[in-house]
């Protein structure tokens, strides 16, 4: 038996736990991960506090990128202490029917999480190709030949991930934008700048990844296949192409949406700087 766990945020009821009978103790969350994630990388680990009617104490819910090793960890840990005096239930969650959940693809962050998990920090590689700034190419700040006093900056970011060891290659391309209100100001500017650029590039990472499927054994052995349905025209393109992608009329850019998965690429300072960049 294989199973195949994508670059996206998991969703199915098998690949949840929930776990309760917990007693309240300071780094509740920091114990439950350190327990559950000996089975598997987790994706997250929630605490709350029980109903009143269901008396103190505390559950939580603990998702798994893997539905074998959600099951894992429910046979292993169900009835026993762990890190607590009484012993904890834990059990898969019951699938809901009549309620479908969006499919959101994981950030940067977790998508290098992942990689490094399944695939080794040798395993894998990435680099940004270009990284445009395509600011007013549609003339949204000018009016009546006049320049308004809110300007929008805009980048446009194409990355490659790499996996030597399966002979694959594949690319994502972003549209990160924001809006600046006080266009006088030479600080916001260069602040909202810096933040456009390190959005554009996480998102070009994340979706280069959504293109990878990971085929896990059970052997722990992991294969590699590219999901057909991702193809898109920049993986034909040349480099240089690529670089010049602001005069692709073709390709379809999927504007910067700022939702909970991609916040988080916020936290890390040194993304850009730590990741080859391009002449300009």
Avoid at 93 to 110: D, E, R
Wanted: hydrophobic share 35%; proline share 4%; charged share 25%.
């Amino acid at each position: 038996m294989a199973e195949v766990v994508e670059f996206r945020v998991p969703t199915g009821s098998a690949q949840t736990l929930l776990v309760w009978g917990l007693e309240p103790e300071p780094g509740l969350e920091h114990s439950l991960f350190s327990a559950f994630s000996k089975f598997g990388p987790l994706y997250s680990v929630r605490a709350h506090r029980n109903a009143a009617v269901a008396g103190p104490g505390y559950y939580a819910i603990i998702k798994f990128y893997s539905a074998g090793d959600a099951s894992r960890a429910q046979r292993a840990c169900n009835g026993k202490r762990l890190f607590q005096k009484s012993p904890l239930k834990v059990c898969v969650c019951t699938k809901q029917k009549g309620f479908q959940q969006q499919v959101l693809a994981l950030n940067s962050n977790k998508c290098q999480e992942l990689a490094n998990y399944y695939l080794g920090f040798n395993g894998w590689s990435s680099r940004i190709i270009t990284l445009q700034n395509v600011s007013g190419f549609d003339g949204e700040n000018e009016e009546l030949g006049k320049t308004l006093q809110k300007r929008s900056v805009k980048y446009l970011c194409a990355v490659e991930v790499t996996l030597p060891n399966h002979g694959v290659r594949t690319r994502g391309v972003s549209l990160g934008e924001a809006d600046i209100e006080n266009g006088e100001d030479p600080l916001e500017f260069v602040t909202a700048t810096r933040r456009v650029q390190k959005l554009a590039v996480g998102k070009a990472l994340s979706s280069a990844f959504q293109k990878i499927l990971l085929v896990v054994l059970e052997n722990g052995k992991v294969g590699v296949e590219c999901n057909s349905t991702q193809e898109e025209l920049i993986e034909s393109l040349t480099e240089e192409e690529l670089k010049g992608l602001v005069q692709v009329s073709e390709l379809s850019l999927e504007p910067f949406d700022l939702k909970e998965e991609v916040l988080s690429d916020l936290s890390f300072d040194d993304e850009l700087s730590s990741w080859e960049m391009p002449s300009t």
